[in-house]
C-alpha cells in the first residue's frame, strides 16, 4: 500500500482467529507496538504527515507479535481470516495490495529503517537493559552490538547490490566506525590478553567474548569488503583481517570436548562455564563451515566435522 497522509490517521486490519476478532492498527507515533484488549497498536514514526509512505506488512505476524505481548505465553493464530482493511484520516492511498508474501518489500523496509536511524557515530543503539550475569556483566539502555552492526551491514550491502544506490554502501561503511571503539569507550572492541581484538556481541566490562556473535560480526565485514573502496576498503580489510587472526587463535577456547562454550566467562571473571546448548553449538558449526568457504584455512572445517561429531556422542577421549 502507497499512502499519503495530510491529517493524522491510521490504518486498521481487522483479523478473525480462533473465533475471535483483533484488530491492528498503524499509527503515526513512535512507541513500537503496544495492546489494549484486543487491539493491538503499531507506530510508524511520527514524520511521515504530509509523505508518501510504502506500507508492507506481515498482517499475520503483527498479530501473533500483539498476542504474545498480550499472553504470557507466544499464542499461535488459528483460522486466520483478514475480514477488513479500513484508512481512517485525510489524503490519497494507491496499490492496495494483498499478497501471500513481500519478501522485497520487507528487505527494502529493513535497509531503509538502518538508513534512517544510523546515528552519528555509524551505530544502531540497542534502548535495552541487558544482563549477561548480574551486577557483574551488565549493559545500560544504549549500548551496541557488534553482532548487529555487522547483521545491519550485510543487509545494507545486499541493499546497494540489488538497487546500485551508494546511499546504502555510504551507511554500511559508516558503520565501521564502532569497531574501532573500545566496550569501555562505549564501542565494541575487546582484547584479549593484551594480543587479539575482538568485536563483542555484547560489549561488557569485564568482557565476554560470544562465539556466535563475534563470527556474525566478521560476516559483515567481509560482506563489506567484497564492495568497498578506497579509505573504507583499507579499513574494513584490516578490521576483518585482525578478526580473523584472532578467531584462529582462540577458536579452540570454545571447545569443552563434548560440545563448546557460549562465551569465555570462566576466563574473564572466573565464574563457571556458560555451555552453549545444543542450538547454539549448531549456529557455530555452521558458521565454521561457512567460513570454510570464505577462507581458505583448513581449522574451520576440520574444527566443524569434530563438533558435528559431539552431537551424536562422538566426544573427545579422556585420560
Not at 564502532?178 to 568482557?207: L, M
Request: contains cysteine; proline residues 3%.
Amino acid at each position: 500500500m502507497d499512502i499519503k497522509f495530510i491529517s493524522n490517521g491510521s490504518i486498521t486490519a481487522t483479523i478473525r482467529s480462533d473465533s475471535n476478532t483483533f484488530r491492528v492498527h498503524y499509527v503515526f507515533s513512535r512507541r513500537l507496538i503496544s495492546c489494549s484488549g484486543r487491539d493491538i497498536y503499531y507506530g510508524l514514526g511520527e514524520n511521515h504527515l504530509g509523505k508518501w509512505i510504502h506500507l508492507a506488512r506481515d498482517i499475520d505476524l503483527d498479530l501473533f507479535k500483539g498476542l504474545a505481548l498480550k499472553c504470557s505465553k507466544s499464542r499461535k493464530t488459528k483460522d486466520f481470516t483478514l475480514l477488513d482493511i479500513a484508512i481512517r484520516g485525510h489524503g490519497w492511498v494507491d496499490n492496495v495490495t494483498i499478497s501471500s508474501s513481500a519478501h522485497m518489500d520487507n528487505f527494502y523496509d529493513a535497509a531503509n529503517w538502518f538508513l534512517n536511524n544510523q546515528d552519528t557515530r555509524g551505530g544502531w543503539p540497542i534502548g535495552v537493559q541487558r544482563k549477561l550475569i548480574p551486577d557483574v556483566m551488565e549493559l545500560a539502555p544504549g549500548w551496541y552490538s557488534a553482532m548487529a552492526q555487522g547483521q545491519a551491514m550485510s543487509t545494507l550491502v545486499r541493499a546497494y547490490l540489488k538497487s546500485n544506490n551508494n546511499v546504502y554502501l555510504h551507511a554500511a561503511e559508516n558503520a565501521l566506525k564502532i569497531f574501532e571503539i573500545s566496550s569501555a569507550q562505549g564501542g565494541v572492541k575487546a582484547r584479549f590478553g593484551d594480543t587479539y581484538d575482538w568485536y563483542e556481541e555484547y560489549p561488557t566490562t569485564p568482557s565476554s567474548f560470544v562465539l556466535n556473535g563475534f563470527i556474525f560480526s566478521l560476516f559483515g565485514l567481509y560482506d563489506l569488503k567484497q564492495v568497498a573502496s578506497g579509505e573504507a576498503l583499507e579499513t574494513v580489510t584490516r578490521l576483518y583481517n585482525e578478526g580473523l587472526r584472532s578467531l584462529k587463535a582462540m577458536l579452540l577456547m570454545y571447545d569443552s570436548g563434548t560440545g563448546t562454550f557460549y562465551d569465555l566467562r570462566h576466563l574473564t571473571v572466573g565464574l563457571g562455564p556458560n555451555r552453549a546448548r545444543w542450538d547454539y553449538h549448531t549456529v557455530h558449526i555452521s558458521q565454521l563451515l561457512q567460513l570454510s568457504r570464505m577462507e581458505d584455512d583448513p581449522l574451520f572445517a576440520r574444527t566443524a566435522k569434530r563438533w558435528d561429531e559431539y552431537r551424536v556422542g562422538k566426544w573427545a577421549p579422556h585420560n
